[in-house]
């Protein structure tokens, strides 16, 4: 393909082009390809000799056979000693990639890199926000320098020889560097809220909505399902919980109630009456503007709906997510505004929307079977009813229908 690699001789890098011959050929269900390293041209290339390995250990580990600097191409042999309070999870890079889980790792040096000794515990301490902090003290350690990096939102501090507050709660990893020169690393949990801000535009104007969210309160709402069960299910019953959860929960249902309330303020605020269908339109645009997020790069698993607690807290979902949102705010409002419309959620191949069903008799909203109206949550500018381009009615039934026929399921949500 043209690419180039270079290969050590002994005396320097010599550069190769590769070329790959793909003529298939199958053993025992393995599937190989040839690679051809074409000759290039003679080149020496200045190699390092003095790479440094920094190990950075957790909690309860005590690394030693780091004697940088090193060679390139020298071999290092690194031990880890775990105390009796500490479980050892492995050896990690930069990218928090696992390297090995034994507690000796072996390596040859290919360039200054920094490994991590970690512990498995999942937090090595908790900690409040908005509190003063004295953080020698808290870890043991003299008059270190600590670098904390804020997981949820990436920020990095850099701090030493003084008090500090987190001003957040959520999970923080800490890298300390004693006066001794030895690195540790520690994983951090704070209590505390979480201040979330939310922008969107309905009807031409910008619109913005600020709530906290206790980070202990997120943590419960990740706990109520594994992974295994945030999916849909063929009866559901469970699906419809994801929704009526977020005002049933003791924990949950204060944060819906709260958002709902401010939603009704803002909406009132700029409207001189409360309509059905503006009321709806207002909720759908407020999901809408939620980020899109899928579940593979943003969960790590092919497929995972949240409770609306926890779509608040990431400012972010696909299209499950924000559907129950949607289906969360305006069931919640329904009876406050002295409504009566009916809400769903819609299960199409490959795609949710939430629905709502009106009770007027004359509505020029084209609707399923079941009456209920098409309500697109993961797109802006889509108005209730509207089918996004890419989504046919299929007259015949009146169902929806994304590129393959097949039943689509209307579920409904009731208090």
Not at 114 to 132: H, P, Q
Not at 361 to 377: A, H, K, L
Not at 382 to 400: C, D, H, K, R, W
Request: proline share 2%.
């Amino acid at each position: 393909n043209g690419a180039t690699e270079t290969q050590w001789i002994g005396d320097g890098w010599i550069p190769y082009k590769i070329e790959y011959y793909y003529n298939y050929s199958y053993f025992m269900f393995n599937y190989y390809v040839d690679i051809v390293y074409e000759y290039l041209e003679d080149g020496v290339v200045e190699i390092e000799n003095d790479c440094t390995i920094t190990v950075i250990a957790g909690e309860g580990i005590t690394v030693t056979g780091n004697n940088s600097p090193y060679m390139l191409g020298q071999t290092v042999e690194l031990v880890a000693t775990i105390s009796s309070d500490a479980i050892f999870g492995g050896w990690y890079d930069e990218n928090m990639t696992l390297l090995s889980k034994n507690t000796t790792y072996t390596f040859v040096v290919g360039g200054s890199q920094t490994i991590y000794a970690m512990n498995s515990d999942e937090y090595d301490k908790k900690l409040e926000s908005d509190v003063l902090l004295d953080l020698n003290e808290i870890f043991g350690l003299n008059d270190a320098e600590f670098t904390i990096t804020n997981e949820d939102t990436g920020d990095v501090d850099t701090v030493k020889g003084e008090e500090y507050t987190f001003d957040n709660g959520g999970v923080y990893t800490i890298v300390a560097k004693d006066t001794d020169g030895t690195n540790k690393l520690y994983t951090v949990m704070v209590t505390g809220n979480v201040e979330r801000t939310y922008t969107w535009t309905y009807d031409n104007k910008d619109y913005t909505y600020t709530m906290e969210i206790d980070y202990e309160d997120l943590l419960y709402s990740r706990s109520i399902y594994t992974v295994s069960q945030r999916c849909q299910q063929s009866g559901h019953d469970r699906d419809k919980t994801f929704v009526t959860y977020s005002f049933t929960d003791d924990r949950m249902s204060p944060y819906t109630e709260t958002l709902t309330s401010g939603l009704i303020d803002l909406y009132k605020e700029n409207h001189s009456s409360v309509t059905e269908i503006g009321w709806l339109g207002f909720v759908l645009s407020f999901t809408q503007y939620i980020e899109y997020q899928t579940d593979e790069e943003y969960m790590g698993t092919e497929e995972y709906w949240k409770f609306p607690l926890e779509t608040l807290y990431d400012q972010g979902g696909d299209c499950e997510d924000t559907s129950i949102l949607f289906a969360s705010i305006a069931l919640k409002s329904k009876a406050e505004l002295g409504f009566s419309y009916n809400v769903a959620l819609q299960l199409l191949p490959g795609h949710m929307c939430g629905a709502v069903k009106l009770k007027s008799t004359t509505t020029s909203y084209t609707t399923n079977p079941s009456g209920y109206i098409y309500c697109e949550t993961t797109a802006t500018n889509y108005v209730i009813g509207q089918i996004p381009s890419g989504m046919e009615l299929y007259f015949a039934t009146q169902t929806y229908y994304d590129r393959y026929p097949a039943n689509v399921a209307t579920v409904e949500v009731t208090i």
